[in-house]
């Protein structure tokens, strides 16, 4: 139609309506991450007068079509909303009132224009939106099959494993080259010596090992039949093993858990026995593996002191008959100033006392039983915290000569940058006794998201859209926990607590976002966690803010799709567009309940976190979702 009569031009309302916050498409729809929606649209007039905008707001039906009107303002018989008069050009924006639109329905709206005293005689195209929540969720579970607490066995490479093995990357590559080949003893009288060579594990040392160990476990097997004692098949040597779960790890790599190590690298020491003119007068080959378990209370170690244990295992392969016999000592170090060490204690593969040091005969290379564990115990009885670094080496003699000894070194603890097999022992968790534990060795929590699905729905996008990605394992970024033993003092001169962190997070900037009455009463939750040197409030960590209001503003509200699922959507009262993305923190209205109960399981006592410990955070039902530019829908995990 002709938009020019005798009175002047009709305004004109633009041919791209938006919706927002933050007024971005997906496909053809705007994409609203607030139900306090923001309608706008652009407003010409041809004789540059001031026009304001109708925005009129339909639901649809399943194809697409208008349904119905949405009573925008009940005062307005119209049901519209009407915007201020904007300059010709300008955009013309309306907000609907929290409560009149509902996340998760599909709306549209169109406009018209008005300049004060001529009407547009038509309407604009419609404009398609939908509320949609950064995460949805159903209500808590009833019950859950999620274990919090369950840790994976990881693996790791020794960053010191003794000058005659190579040290590795994490690609498997070498990284540094053995630097000794051989380690020789002083001649004897006759001029002979005894050296000892070792080497990583090959294919064939690890198929002998696996070979070794089936063998065993069968032997085991039957004289568990013979007795009528299942369990003593366990671990194929039964009693004999400190780490439970080593036995059915592949030979050639090392793991660990917080309280566990199983090496597994060590690979083969070949002991050369050579006459004056360094002849081989023979040779005897042996493969090797350590453990080490600590007990992070002393009720786990049955001792009243703060414990861990170490172990050696020594597999005969081959010997020459001129050796006569072979005797293995395990030497062991420590830096520890508060402890006590067990004296070296042998066992066969069966737990059977096999004396003071491993030794061999010639015939104890042919049986499954001619293996050879040493095991130590080592008792803390120290104030505050201490990490322990460990050395290991094997001095060999043998029959055919009286006084001719070679030495193996075995490495340490691990480089000072890394001390990944240094045991750590402290008296600081008053509530679980004194202990020990590995804290190279990274925890993961995982957050029981069926009990708690607000929490980890919010938990996840803040790990997608934080810079440092705090606790998440697919950044690999992990969070350190806020320990009683942090030097951080308050202003009243205490150590410094969550609950300081806490109060600045959630300080007086934070009010209560209306929600639906189905989302019951809310508190606010901060992330990182307050407990965590990543929290905003935390003083010194690289999240720290000045309030709460510098981090990004969340909340938890019904879908109103005929779902009874719920939503973490932005909150827009301080930030008008949402999250940026580029927040040091968050801030979110969640649930009472899961807000106090969600975090409140983590084992800080029983893994024996102190200050500074690192920790991942996993949230199943939602570590499937790879990105936040879209809804994520929680699934049911068990």
Known sequence: MDAI??????????????????????????????????????????????SNLTFQVYTTNADGTPKAQVDLDGDDPYGVLVSPYVASGSLAKVPVPYGLLKPGVLYKFRTSAFDGSLYETTWSPWADFRIEPYVKFPAPQASSTIDPNVQEIREFDRTDPGPALPTFDAKG????????????????????????????????????????DEELRKAAEAKARKVGNSSAAAGGGGAVELVDWCYDKPAGKDYMSRTEACLKSIGGALLIFIDVDDVTIGTAKFDVEQRIKTYPNKGASGSDFAEFDQQIRIVPVSADPALGGVTMKWNIGSTCSSCVTSNVKWSDAQNNNAGPD????????????????????????????????L????????????????????????????????????????SSAPGC????????????????PAAGAYYWYMQQVMPD????????????????DTPLKNSAGGTWTS????????????????????????????????STHESGGYPTGVNVVTSGSKCAQLFTDKMGDGSSNFGILADTRTATNGPSGTERCGRAGIPSAQNQKAFSGFPA?????????????????YEHCTSATTTCTWSKVG
Not at 358 to 379: H, K, L, Q, S
Not at 507 to 528: L, N
Not at 605 to 621: A, E, H, I, K, V
Request: charged fraction near 25%; proline fraction near 6%; include cysteine.
């Open 469 to 484: 990605h705090a606790g998440s394992k697919r950044w690999d970024s992990l969070m350190y926990y806020l320990g009683p």
């Open 605 to 621: 006592p029983s893994w024996r976190m102190l200050d500074g410990d690192g920790f991942f955070l996993t949230l199943p039902g």
């Open 391 to 430: 050395g290991w080496s094997v001095t060999a003699t043998v029959d055919a000569s009286a006084t001719a000894t070679a030495t193996a070194n075995f490495g340490s603890s691990g480089i000072d940058a890394q001390r990944e097999l240094a045991p750590r022992c402290d008296d600081i968790l008053k």
């Open 437 to 452: 534990v590995l804290p190279h060795a990274v925890q993961i929590w995982t957050l029981d998201t069926n009990l708690y």
């Open 358 to 389: 491993a030794y061999w005969t010639m015939d104890d290379f042919d049986p499954p039983y001619g293996d050879r564990w040493g095991r130590v115990a080592t008792t803390w009885s120290g104030t505050g915290k201490e990490t322990i670094d």
């Open 173 to 212: 590559a070498v990284k540094r080259e053995a630097t000794q080949k051989r380690a020789c003893g002083k001649q004897d009288a006759e001029g002979r010596k005894l050296c000892v060579e070792l080497s990583p594990p090959t294919a064939e040392s690890k198929a002998r090992v696996k070979k070794h």
């Open 5 to 50: 009569t005798a009175g002047g031009s009709r305004p004109v309302s633009g041919k791209t309506p938006a919706a927002g916050p933050k007024f971005a498409k997906s496909g053809t729809t705007w994409r609203v991450i607030s139900p306090d929606v923001v309608l706008r649209n652009t407003v010409t007039d041809a004789d540059g007068d001031t």
């Open 499 to 530: 609950d300081n962190s806490r109060s600045r997070v959630c300080d007086s900037t934070w009010s209560v976002h209306p929600s639906d009455a189905s989302v019951g009463s809310v508190d606010c939750d901060e992330f990182a966690m307050a």
